[in-house]
C-alpha cells in the first residue's frame, strides 16, 4: 500500500506543479504580447480586404484571442459605448465625368524607381497661367506640404491654368505625384502633363499624360482617363522622359470651375 | 372645344402615370435622406426646429405628416419612400391643375403647356424627390394665379390665396425671394411697356393688398414658429438670408458655368446612354416670349398682360439661375416651369404662324416631340435613374447603398445579441446610409477616430480613415482583447460615385452570424 500511496502523492505533485506552470506561462504570455508584432498581421489583412484573403487567413495568422480576459476577482459588465446620433450635412458635390477610373480599392501597389531616384521638385521654383492665384502661392506646389487643410493648398481661377516647375536642369523623370485638392472626392478635367526644355514649353514637348479625351483644351485628344482625386495623389508613369520644365493643366474640376495644387512631386535624376 | 377638355385630362394623367409608380425605385439621395431623418423626429416627437444654416424651411416636413397620418405610420421605422415622395408629387400635379384657373389665357396655349409641364423629364424627375424645390415651384405659380385672378376680380378671396402661397413660398426655401423679385421685376417689366397703352387695369385695392401680406406673414410665422412653440424660429429665418446670401456667391461647392443649366436643359451627352434634351420647351419658350412681346391689343387685355408677364418672368428667372455661380440642376425648375408654361403659347403662336396647309405637319412635329419629352421623362425615372448620363442624377447614390444596408442588417439579425455598428466618416459623408439603416437600434455616426475609440463587431468606414483605425482596432485593446477583423464585402462598395465605403466584421461576429443563418 505504501508505494501506491507515494505514487498518488506524486501524481498529485506533479498535477499542481504543471497547473501552476500554465497559469504563469499565460500570465507570461499577457504580459509579454503588447511587445510582439503579431498583430501586425490582421492589420495587413483588413487593408487588403479580399475574400479569398479573409476565407485564408484567419488560419494563418496567429489571431488574438477572441474571448476577453477575465480576472476571477473582477465582475464583467457590458461595455456602454455611447452612440451618435448623424449628423446632417449639405448636398455633397457631383461626379459625372466619362472615361473614369475604378478606383483600387485598396492602397496603390509600389512603384519601382532605378536606386537613387528622389523628388528633384522640392522647394523648386513655379510659375503660372494664374500669377495671383486666389487662394495661396504657386510655391506651395513644390513646399512637401500634402496635406489637404487650409494653407495647404493653392486655388487658380476658372478654365485652363497651368503650373510650370523649373527642375533647375535636365533630369530624367520616372514618375509624377499630383495632389490637386482631396478634402472631398472630385474629379478634374482635363488633366495634362508635360515635360520640356524651355520654360514656354515649346521646345522637345513630351505629355506623360493627358486625359482630355475631347481636346477642349486644345494640346491633343487624350487617352488617359480620370480619376478620383485621394489622399493618394495620382501617380504618373514618366517613362523615363527627360527635360527641364514640368508643365501641368487643368481645367476645373467636379466641385466648382477652379483648379487647385496641393502638391507635385517629380522623380528622377539629374542628366550625367 | 371638347377634345382640349380631354387632351387636359390626358396630359393630367400622362403627369401622373410618370410620376406615381414606384417611388421607391431610386435610391434615396443625400438631400433626401436628411429630410427623411428630420421628418421621423417631427413624427415621432412632434418637434421641428428650424436650423438657419441648411436644410431649408418646414413645410416639406410638416406637409408629409399627412401621408404619414394616412398610412398610420407613427415612427421613423415605419415610414417609406413612397410617403415621403408622395409629397412632391402631389405639387408636381397641382402645377397642372392650376392651369385651369388661368384657362382664360387661351385654352389652346394651356392644354399644351400642361402637356409640356406633364412630360417634361426635369418636372417629372424633381416630382419625385424629396426636396422642397416642386413646393416652391408649385407656390409661386400658385402666387402668379392667385395674383392673375385678384387682379382682374379684385375678390378679397383670391387676395388671402395669395398671400398664402406668398407665406408658404417663404416657409418652404429661402430662395423664393429670388422668384417673388423676378415676380416683381416682371411686373415693372409689363407696366413699362404697357406705359402708352396707358398702364395695367388691375382691380387690386389697398385693402386686398394688406389682406395678402398679412395671410402671407401670417402662414410664414405659422410655420417658421413651429406652430407658435419655437419663436426663435422666426429669428432665425431672418437671419438665414445673411448665410444664402454669400453662399449664392461661392464658388467653392456646386460651382458651375453660367451655361450650365442651358446645356442641361438642350443637350447632354453621356459616354453611354441617349441623348438627353428639352430643347423643345427651350425653343418653344422663347417662341412664346417672343410673341407675348409682338402681341399686339386685342378684346383679351388681362390675358395679354399675363403672357407678357409671364414671358418676362420665365426670362429673367433663367437670367438669374444662370448668374448665380451655385448651381445643383434642381434649381432649373424655377426657370423651367415657366419656361414650359409660355412654351405652351409658343406652340400655339407656331401653329398659328404655319401656312393652313403645314398646320397638319406642324400638329404632327409637336405631337412627336412631346412624345419624345415623355419617352425621356420615362427613362429618366425608371431606367437611368441613379446613372450619372441623366442630367438630373447629381451625386446620387447607387444600388450599393441598398446592398451595404442589406449585409450590415443581415449580420444584425442573425447576430444572437445583435450587433452595433460603427459608421467613421470624414466630413460625416455616410449619407443616405441614415436612412436605410434606421430599423437597427445599435449604430453610431463618426466623423473620425477619436481617442476614445472603443471597436465593435461591425465597423462601416472611409479608406481614408483606415490608417488611423487600424491602431485603434490592434494596438489600442488591451492583449485578450483585440479582434480580428475581416471585410464585410466581397468587393469594393459606393455611397455614390467615387465614394468608396469599406466594411469590416469581427471574425467572431461572422462566424456567429454564418452559423446562425446556416441554423
Known amino acids: 500500500m505504501r508505494p501506491l500511496h507515494s505514487g498518488i502523492l506524486w501524481v498529485l505533485i506533479v498535477c499542481v506543479s504543471l497547473l501552476t506552470s500554465c497559469q504563469k506561462s499565460e500570465q507570461q504570455q499577457a504580459q509579454q504580447k503588447p511587445e510582439q508584432p503579431q498583430p501586425a498581421t490582421p492589420a495587413k489583412e483588413m487593408a487588403q480586404p479580399t475574400p479569398e484573403q479573409a476565407a485564408a487567413q484567419p488560419e494563418k495568422a496567429a489571431p488574438p484571442a477572441t474571448e476577453p480576459a477575465k480576472p476571477s476577482d473582477e465582475q464583467l459588465i457590458p461595455l456602454d459605448i455611447q452612440l451618435p446620433k448623424p449628423m446632417f450635412v449639405g448636398t455633397p458635390s457631383n461626379i459625372a465625368v466619362p472615361n473614369l477610373e475604378k478606383p483600387l480599392g485598396r492602397p496603390r501597389p509600389p512603384f519601382l524607381v532605378p536606386a537613387g531616384t528622389k523628388n528633384i521638385a522640392f522647394k523648386k521654383p513655379v510659375t503660372g497661367s494664374d500669377e495671383q492665384p486666389i487662394i495661396g502661392e504657386l510655391l506651395m506646389v513644390t513646399d512637401g506640404d500634402k496635406e489637404a487643410a487650409e494653407g495647404s493648398f493653392v486655388e487658380l481661377g476658372p478654365l485652363l491654368q497651368y503650373v510650370t516647375i523649373d527642375l533647375k536642369g535636365r533630369h530624367t523623370i520616372y514618375c509624377i505625384a499630383v495632389w490637386h485638392y482631396h478634402k472631398q472626392p472630385s474629379v478634374y478635367h482635363d488633366v495634362i502633363v508635360q515635360v520640356a526644355d524651355d520654360k514656354d514649353c515649346i521646345a522637345n514637348v513630351q505629355t506623360v499624360f493627358n486625359n482630355d479625351i475631347d481636346n477642349t483644351s486644345g494640346r491633343g485628344v487624350g487617352r488617359n482617363m480620370s480619376y478620383v482625386e485621394t489622399s493618394e495623389g495620382k501617380l504618373i508613369d514618366a517613362k523615363g522622359v527627360q527635360g527641364r520644365y514640368v508643365r501641368l493643366y487643368s481645367r476645373g474640376n467636379t466641385t466648382n470651375d477652379l483648379n487647385h495644387y496641393i502638391e507635385v512631386e517629380v522623380y528622377g535624376k539629374a542628366v550625367q | ?519
Not at chain 2, 409682338?294 to 444662370?322: C, I, N, T, W
Not at chain 2, 476614445?452 to 483606415?466: A, Q, R, W
Request: proline share 6%; net charge neutral; glycine share 8%.
Open chain 2, 1 to 519: 372645344m371638347k377634345w382640349e377638355r380631354w387632351l387636359f385630362v390626358g396630359a393630367l394623367m400622362a403627369g401622373a402615370l410618370l410620376r406615381l409608380p414606384q417611388l421607391d425605385l431610386r435610391p434615396m439621395h443625400t438631400d433626401e435622406a436628411v429630410h427623411a431623418i428630420k421628418f421621423g423626429t417631427l413624427l415621432e416627437t412632434g418637434t421641428y426646429r428650424y436650423d438657419k444654416h441648411e436644410y431649408h424651411g418646414p413645410t416639406l416636413n410638416y406637409l408629409t405628416l399627412l401621408p404619414a397620418w394616412l398610412a398610420s405610420e407613427r415612427s421613423l421605422t415605419q415610414v417609406t419612400e413612397t410617403t415621403l415622395r408622395i409629397v412632391p408629387v402631389v405639387f408636381g400635379l397641382c402645377l397642372i391643375l392650376l392651369f385651369l384657373l388661368v384657362a382664360d389665357l387661351g385654352l389652346q396655349s394651356i392644354v399644351c403647356a400642361a402637356v409640356l409641364t406633364a412630360c417634361s423629364p426635369a418636372l417629372v424627375f424633381y416630382s419625385r424627390y424629396y426636396i422642397q424645390e416642386m413646393l416652391l415651384v408649385c407656390f409661386a405659380f400658385g402666387l402668379i394665379v392667385m395674383g392673375y385672378r385678384l387682379a382682374t376680380s379684385g375678390r378679397i378671396l383670391w387676395s388671402m390665396l395669395a398671400g398664402v402661397c406668398a407665406g408658404l413660398m417663404c416657409a418652404t426655401k429661402e430662395t423664393w425671394l429670388i422668384s417673388c423679385g423676378m415676380m416683381g421685376m416682371a411686373f415693372l417689366g409689363v407696366l413699362f411697356l404697357r406705359r402708352r397703352e396707358g398702364g395695367l387695369k388691375v382691380a387690386v385695392s389697398v385693402r386686398n393688398l394688406s389682406t395678402a401680406i398679412l395671410c402671407a406673414i401670417v402662414v410664414s410665422v405659422l410655420f417658421y414658429s413651429s406652430f407658435f412653440t419655437h419663436w426663435q424660429g422666426v429669428l432665425d429665418a431672418v437671419l438665414s438670408y445673411e448665410t444664402y446670401f454669400t453662399r449664392a456667391g461661392e464658388n467653392t461647392r456646386h460651382g458651375h458655368p453660367w451655361y450650365y443649366f442651358l446645356q442641361i436643359l438642350t443637350f447632354t451627352k453621356g459616354d453611354h446612354g441617349p441623348v438627353w434634351t428639352e430643347a423643345m420647351i427651350v425653343l418653344f419658350g422663347f417662341v412664346g416670349i417672343w410673341s407675348a412681346f409682338k402681341e399686339q391689343a386685342g378684346p383679351q387685355e388681362h390675358g395679354r398682360d399675363l403672357r407678357l408677364f409671364l414671358g418676362l418672368y420665365a426670362l429673367l428667372m433663367l437670367l438669374v439661375v444662370s448668374v448665380i455661380p451655385y448651381k445643383t440642376p434642381w434649381l432649373v425648375l424655377g426657370a423651367l416651369q415657366p419656361l414650359a408654361l409660355v412654351a405652351g403659347f409658343g406652340v400655339t403662336a407656331f401653329l398659328t404662324w404655319l401656312p393652313r396647309h403645314l398646320r397638319r405637319a406642324g400638329i404632327i412635329a409637336v405631337t412627336l416631340m412631346a412624345g419624345h419629352l415623355a419617352w425621356q421623362a420615362y427613362r429618366a425615372n425608371f431606367s437611368y435613374y441613379d446613372d450619372p448620363v441623366n442630367p438630373y442624377v447629381y451625386s446620387h447614390p447607387t444600388d450599393d447603398v441598398r446592398l451595404v444596408a442589406v449585409a450590415v442588417k443581415e449580420i444584425a439579425q442573425n447576430s444572437p445579441e445583435g450587433a452595433t455598428v460603427q459608421v467613421i466618416c470624414p466630413g460625416d459623408d455616410y449619407w443616405p446610409l441614415p436612412w436605410y439603416l434606421r430599423t437597427l437600434p445599435n449604430v453610431g455616426w463618426w466623423n473620425g477616430v477619436g481617442e476614445d475609440f472603443v471597436p465593435t463587431g461591425v465597423i462601416l468606414v472611409s479608406p481614408e480613415v483606415e490608417p488611423v483605425l487600424l491602431p485603434g482596432l490592434y494596438e489600442k485593446p488591451s492583449p485578450g482583447q483585440r479582434h480580428l477583423y475581416v471585410p464585410l464585402f466581397s468587393r469594393p462598395m459606393f455611397l455614390r460615385p467615387g465614394k468608396e465605403i469599406r466594411g469590416y466584421i469581427t471574425l467572431e461576429l461572422r462566424d456567429k452570424s454564418q452559423k446562425e443563418r446556416t441554423e
